[in-house]
């Protein structure tokens, strides 16, 4: 089973970005773990490119998601919603359809009280554009950034139990499909 890891942060060091790289490392076997990490790279979205003049860069996006059987996403929150580079990446999976009842969660590592209007924000956009989201799977997993080391992975036992489950409810779709 593919599962695309797509995290809503540019940021170096981004503890959304540690979380999913642990996440990768912490899949079962079974899992074949595609990491998208063009969100910088990203143009703008137009509704005029979307269709016969569609950026390479939002093309290649596009055919990640179809290729994958889930998609995982982790957002941090900036200014109380989803960061604006990763609704730029969201806004380009309306028009193609490739997300559409395609199997999607996500994780969000803020601190705790923080990172619930992101998600709800998540949530409301994967709901427009057709998402089959995996309730189970959606978690608030908060990483303390003191625990993510030096080579950008996640050293916590609860977040490693977390993701655990994460990705027991993930499989546990997927298989009964």
């Known amino acids: ?22 996440a990768a490392q912490l899949a079962p076997d079974r899992v074949r773990i595609d990491r998208y990490d063009g969100l910088a790279e990203l143009p703008a979205f137009n509704p005029d490119d979307d269709g016969d003049r569609l950026p390479p860069k939002a093309a290649e996006l596009r055919t990640r998601i179809a290729a994958a059987d889930a998609v995982l996403f982790c957002t941090p929150e900036y200014a109380g919603n989803l960061p ?33 209007a992101a998600t709800a924000a998540l949530a409301g956009v994967l709901g427009y554009v057709g998402a089959a989201i995996i309730e189970p799977a959606c978690r608030h997993i908060p990483v303390d950034r003191k625990t993510i080391g030096p080579d950008g992975l996640v050293r916590d036992s609860q977040f490693a139990e977390g993701i655990a489950q ?12």
């Open 166 to 177: 994460v990705w027991t409810a993930i499989l546990s779709h997927l298989e009964s499909k």
């Open 84 to 116: 604006g580079s990763f609704k730029n990446l969201l806004d380009w999976t309306v028009g193609g359809g490739e997300i559409y009842e395609k199997p999607a969660a996500w994780i969000n590592v803020a601190a705790e009280r923080r990172g619930a």
């Open 1 to 22: 089973m593919r599962v695309l890891l797509v995290s809503g942060s540019t940021r170096r060091g981004s503890a959304s970005t540690a979380a999913l790289a642990t």
